[in-house]
């Protein structure tokens, strides 16, 4: 990495660390938050305490979440409702426990109870900073791996990292899922890559520990095996039966591995090796809404992030420079758009973006990286541009709740982009630092 590549990163990184709000609002924050401090304080999987607490702190905001978690219990055990699995809160118990030991020794203010202000910015900023490593890995798989030149893969990092709702999962909701999965997905990629072209059963073994990682954090995470897995499968076919089988079997045993503590977290929640039947009831996989969630005009991803059309086309060129590794990639990001599409709730109303997709953005990073190869330098930066201008305006939008918050409202939410938007900006960059929730709670 050049010296002047590496000051990009750097301004990058502390833009957006600096943004970084550090409030747990609602409740899918609640849920993941609730792990982790469970286990560090009270040790058990009992969150009446931890929801209790969230919900005194915004009784009005969250009813709904009171209706779910506090009023009604896993039928199977009686424990309380959690639908988050824990990898958030193992990758966030680093910086929980460095924020425990500074407030019990007096560095940082705040009563030592896990819940205190010390305790939630540790997580939101440890959140983000996962995500900007998952960024810093997605660059140098684009470079090192796929022969892309280090000025179009800055390019293409910095396209998706400030052009899509990673973004706002990153500063305005960090306490989501979503940052760490990108770092996860990212290096799970970066390692198969890496696995491929050195061929060692423990280079295999460690891709499959960080697959099962991305699992722990969301457990969509396993169709990003299918990657590796087509990988494999062609060198059975080719007949490296031997070496294919080793390897195969050391990737899922790695992260069945690592996965094994979510399912014994499942069976005490929910009296069963599996995700509670809330959840399973609400899953179609016959994936009746495969295209929904990419062209719906009200809720599709290539609605929220017009310029994401880049990507998807740059993959099928990365198929053409790319040969057999550009194929499973893309297959990797289809199977993201089927299970999304499996999802009756769908279309994420209510929430920024098609947040879902967060944990694809090395595809999307390297769909951009390709599809701008197509074009001139000074294009490439007119897009890129026009993706960050786009996605920034959209948050703002979000935020001072000029648009609807539960639809993509064409034509209007474009028209906006270029009347309302601009005179805004001020106001947005004072509320942000005087007030940030009030634009998290969409006042104007």
């Known amino acids: 990495m050049s010296r002047g590549t590496l000051v990009v990163f750097l301004v990058a ?26 286990a560090v304080f009270d040790r058990d999987l009992d969150f009446t305490n931890e929801y209790e ?15 779910t978690f506090l009023d009604r219990r896993e039928p199977k055990t009686g424990r309380p409702i959690n639908f988050a699995p824990i990898g958030s809160a193992v990758v966030w118990s680093p910086f929980f426990l460095l924020a425990h030991a500074l407030v019990t020794n007096g560095v940082l203010r705040g009563p030592a109870d896990g819940l205190s202000p010390a305790y939630t910015g540790a ?23 796929l ?37 996860a997905v990212s290096l799970l990629f970066f390692l198969w890559l890496r696995a491929r072209e050195r061929d060692g059963v423990f280079d295999w073994v460690l891709m499959g520990l960080v697959a099962g990682l991305a699992m722990l954090i969301r457990e969509q ?7 590796p897995g087509l990988d494999l499968g062609f060198r059975l076919l080719k007949g490296d039966v031997k070496r294919a089988l080793e390897r195969g079997v050391a990737v899922l045993g790695a992260a ?29 996989f016959g994936s009746p809404h495969f295209f929904d969630v990419l062209i719906d005009p009200g809720h599709g991803l290539l609605l929220w992030t017009p310029l994401l059309l880049i990507a998807f086309l740059g993959l099928v060129r990365a198929i053409f420079r790319l040969g057999a590794v550009g194929v499973f990639v893309t297959a990797a990001l289809i199977a993201q758009v089927y299970i999304n599409g499996s999802v009756l ?57 000029l648009m609807d918050r539960q639809r993509l409202d064409w034509p209007g939410i474009a028209i906006r982009q270029v009347t309302d938007v601009p005179q805004r900006i001020l106001d947005t960059v004072r509320l942000y630092f005087t007030d940030p929730e009030a634009l998290a709670r969409g006042k104007r």
């Open 53 to 67: 607490h969230f919900y005194k702190a915004n009784p009005q905001g969250l009813l709904a979440f009171k209706e």
């Open 123 to 145: 997580v939101a900023y440890g959140s983000s900073f996962l995500a900007i490593l998952g960024f810093l890995i997605a660059f140098q798989t684009l470079k090192k791996y």
């Open 256 to 284: 069945g591995l690592v996965f094994a503590p979510q399912l014994l977290a499942y069976q005490a929640l929910n009296g069963s090796f599996g995700p509670t039947q809330l959840v399973q009831r609400k899953m179609d």
């Open 221 to 227: 995470g396993a169709l990003f095996l299918i990657a």
């Open 345 to 401: 709730s769908w279309h994420q109303a209510g929430a920024f973006g098609s947040r879902r997709f967060v944990d694809s953005t090395i595809l999307f990073v390297v769909g951009f990286a390709f599809g701008l190869m197509a074009v001139t330098p000074r294009t490439q930066k007119i897009l890129v541009a026009l993706a960050l201008w786009w996605n920034l305006s959209l948050m703002m939008q979000f935020g001072l709740k």
């Open 147 to 183: 022969g892309v030149t280090e000025g179009l893969s800055l390019i293409a990092v910095l396209a998706v990292w400030f052009g899509t709702p990673a973004f706002y999962y990153m500063t305005v909701a960090p306490a989501f899922a979503h940052a760490p999965s990108i770092l």
């Open 13 to 38: 990184s502390a833009f957006t660390l600096a943004l970084v709000s550090t409030k747990i609002r609602g409740a899918d924050e609640i849920e993941y938050y609730s792990h982790l401090r469970s």
